[in-house]
């Protein structure tokens, strides 16, 4: 468990510090909270649901890599399942800020990537931004999603982003997180190679339609993986490095122990992930080694 990690648990009151500690340093402990843990934090707490959930969010918030802000934002995303997923932003020194990961995209992704296809609730240290309302609003379900922010009361996504624009007013009727699979395969295989087009068939990319995934592979031969999620605005769009990256720092992976990365992507789409994918490794270490496939 990183340091971070340890000095927010231990802020907790007690007797939900010595809950949380246990679950956190259970040796299958991914950034997560069950729920049924989560309904025995709420007897152990006394806390309400809404309560305990803001109470959590230093913990999410201990995940954050903020070295250009300096400013630690956690978000935690309920899954249908009831299942809660830990969340943090993450920047990159020496790209565009445009690279950056909020809060909400990555408890979003972490919960997609561990296989949720809807959310009830994001619970948020700050008002959420207009780029992650957004963001949100592409997600299946998003007319029903809720936003708790401390001390105020739950609000729905859409009291936060009036006459909202998203997938529906384009026609798309599968929006961000519901399961689909591609189709797609590769004539050369190997394990990374795998994991990179197995992302890529869970990509959302509606507008572009580029389908896209990235594979990491660290230097003890773990994989994480990333698909792209693609925004009716464009620009709130969350590229499959980035998804990889919430992946691997979840699992509290540091970035530095990146070995080698594959982007699979489509060959005729009207866009490419290849120079941003480049850049941003490029910031991270410049030895890292990059494999392409256009399918």
Not at 113 to 127: D, P, Q, R
Not at 192 to 197: E, Q, T
């Amino acid at each position: 468990m990183r340091a971070s990690v340890k000095e927010a648990i231990a802020a907790l009151p007690t007797p939900l510090k010595e809950a949380v500690t246990e679950i956190c340093e259970s040796p299958d402990f991914d950034a997560t909270i069950s729920k049924e843990q989560f309904a025995n934090l709420l007897e152990i707490s006394q806390l309400s649901d809404a309560d305990l959930r803001v109470a959590l969010l230093p913990v999410a918030a201990a995940y954050s890599v903020a070295p250009i802000s300096k400013f630690y934002v956690g978000a935690i995303a309920r899954g249908e399942s009831g299942r809660l997923y830990f969340g943090a932003n993450m920047e990159f020194e020496g790209v565009q800020l445009s690279q950056s990961i909020h809060a909400e995209q990555s408890a979003i992704s972490h919960a997609w990537l561990k296989g949720e296809t809807s959310l009830t609730n994001i619970t948020i240290n700050y008002s959420p931004c207009g780029h992650c309302r957004q963001f949100m609003n592409e997600l299946n379900g998003a007319e029903k999603l809720e936003i708790q922010l401390p001390s105020r009361d739950a609000k729905s996504l859409h009291s936060y982003l009036p006459e909202p624009f998203g997938p529906s007013d384009l026609g798309i009727d599968e929006p961000l997180m519901c399961p689909v699979h591609h189709g797609l395969t590769a004539e050369e295989e190997n394990d990374l190679l795998n994991a990179a087009v197995a992302a890529t068939n869970r990509s959302h990319a509606p507008y572009s339609r580029n389908l896209s995934g990235v594979a990491i592979r660290d230097t003890k031969g773990r994989l994480f993986a990333g698909m792209y999620a693609e925004n009716a605005a464009f620009n709130p769009s969350l590229p499959p490095l980035q998804v990889a990256l919430v992946n691997m720092n979840m699992a509290e992976v540091p970035l530095d122990e990146i070995q080698e990365v594959v982007l699979v992507e489509k060959a005729d789409a009207t866009i490419s992930h290849l120079q941003d994918t480049q850049a941003l490794l490029e910031a991270l270490n410049p030895d890292i080694p990059l494999g392409y496939l256009a399918l």
